[in-house]
Nanobody, 114 residues
Framework: VQLQASGGGLVQAGGSLRLSCAAS????????VGWYRQAPGKQRELVAV???????NYADSVKGRFTISRDNAKNTVYLQMNSLKPEDTAVYYC?????????WGRGTQVTVSS
């Protein structure tokens, strides 16, 4: 499974960005997919995820501002980020979970200026 994340950039506080994560390869093995982020000096944390049951979970810090969605026809997962804050600045990664293994895409930088 290969994951290609894109859509990061520099945005002012209050602005919006949409991240995309396109999957290819043995995607039939994937049962969960989501977005994580890592800010400088901090641990990687969950942002939003589709669970194996198809429901969504969000970090408390992004609830009401971020929305995870997917286009199965395009094998792509999106993260719509609205009302961005400087504390959202981080490298954002998509992750796909399969039995016994997690696949990570290369991160995309999101920088929110105040």
């Amino acid at each position: 499974v290969q994951l290609q994340a894109s859509g990061g950039g520099l945005v002012q506080a209050g602005g919006s960005l949409r991240l995309s994560c396109a999957a290819s390869g043995s995607i039939s093995s994937i049962y969960t997919v989501g977005w994580y982020r890592q800010a400088p000096g901090k641990q990687r944390e969950l942002v939003a995820v589709f669970t194996s049951g198809g429901s969504t979970n969000y970090a408390d810090s992004v609830k009401g501002r971020f929305t995870i969605s997917r286009d199965n026809a395009k094998n792509t997962v999106y993260l719509q980020m609205n009302s961005l804050k400087p504390e959202d600045t981080a490298v954002y990664y998509c992750k796909a979970g399969a039995i016994g293994y997690d696949y990570w895409g290369r991160g995309t930088q999101v920088t929110v200026s105040s």
